[in-house]
């Protein structure tokens, strides 16, 4: 288990640390199968052009080549100033080597023509702020005799392991892989909107990520819906009182939803706080209290105002229980012009009388660090190298304070130890 864990995570910190060097395709792991590899325009099968497309004119300034992002604002809102790259491609523009070869002028084009469009992830719901929203949907459960109120013997049997449906990947803007990165900024206001511009300049023009994976930072409540971090693979328990969500690749995601509760977290998590009824087999769910953080790879940040209402509801093949239908409005005054929305398909692979699965739950190691503004994977010659499996603990106390000590041999002759027989 430790050398499994241990390749995963060399694998993100390699993947950042060679792309100083060489170019190297991305990867995607998760723990739980049915993690799509992605349909989208960000990772495979990426539309590159050495130039415009055809039909296309570029611009005279534009994120390659510009030598102060801030000052072009009048350009954020047309999809030339990034190449018609999508924010995934962005963030992978070093590594995939589509940033040719005097960069970042040569930087490769995307696909002019490929968009998710705008009206399709604004929220079509009326509501303003998730508590109206959560409001609103109590009281149609109280006017049709609800909320459900179930006991140990009768909650629904939704436990086992999880995937995310691989027909849906054309849908999940959250990936950052189908859409054009102007799309993703008209739903930003101001303030969000440059603080995503700042990303996709230093990820895409400095080869200066900052991925969460790569320095072992909190992943975020919003990564639970990123294509890299495998958040949406998940195992699912659950009683009458608590469901419980388990996944994670670089990082653990626990969320728990607390049924019939109500919020009392005084300081924001970085799962946020989830309450939730039942509306007879439909759970619903409110979430609070978030952490403000970062979707990462030239996505969007969003505040610590973020707050979801989401819906799990089962879906049925010939009578039987195949996976969850899930729906998630997500309300930000902050960060959002508007609330946002986005649906997913979670197939149940397995019930948790498996045999064999298991969740490896996750201690992120990394020897990353951030060297002039760049993260570089560090060997044992650093002195800030930590070598997690070499008791370094013990090796800091003999560093600063064991200097010329004489020791114990590490090997007793085998004449001592018999003596003791």
Known sequence: MKARLFVVLFTFAALIAVSRMAPVPATVFAQQTGAPQGKGFGRAGTPTF?????????????????????Q??????????????????????????RIGAKPPASASWGDCNIDYSRDKIVSPYPYKTAKEHYDALMAKAKAAGGPTVYTKATVPDWDGWYGRDNSYSNSQWTWGTINQVPTILS????????????????????????????????????????????????????NASQVQFLSGLAANFLRQVLIGKEHVQKVPQWYGETVGFWDGTTL?????????WTLSHSMFEFSDKLQTIETYTPVYNNGAFVGLDHEAVFYDPDAFVAPLHLTMRFNRAAGLDNATRRYTYIECLSNLRDVDGHPTQLT??????????????????????????????????????????
């Open 50 to 70: 050495a130039g415009p497309p055809a039909g296309m004119q570029a611009l005279p300034n534009d994120l390659f080549t510009s030598k102060n992002f801030y």
């Open 72 to 97: 072009d604002r009048a350009l954020w809102t047309d999809k030339r100033y990034f190449r018609c790259n999508s924010p995934r491609q962005i963030t992978d523009i070093w590594t995939s080597g």
């Open 187 to 238: 739903l930003l206001t101001p303030e969000y909107q440059k603080r995503m511009v700042q990303m996709n300049y230093h990820e895409g023009v400095n080869n200066a990520p900052q991925w969460n994976a790569s320095f072992c930072y909190p992943e975020g409540f919003m990564r639970w819906w990123s294509q890299a971090s495998a958040g949406g693979n998940f195992q699912l328990t659950m």
């Open 284 to 292: 619903i769910t409110w979430t609070a209290n978030v952490q403000g």
């Open 380 to 421: 044992a010659a650093s002195d800030r190298f930590i070598d997690y499996y070499g008791r370094p603990w013990a090796k800091n106390w003999e560093k600063y304070f064991e200097v010329g000590w004489d020791k114990p041999q590490d090997d007793l002759p085998k004449e001592i130890l018999d003596i003791f027989k």
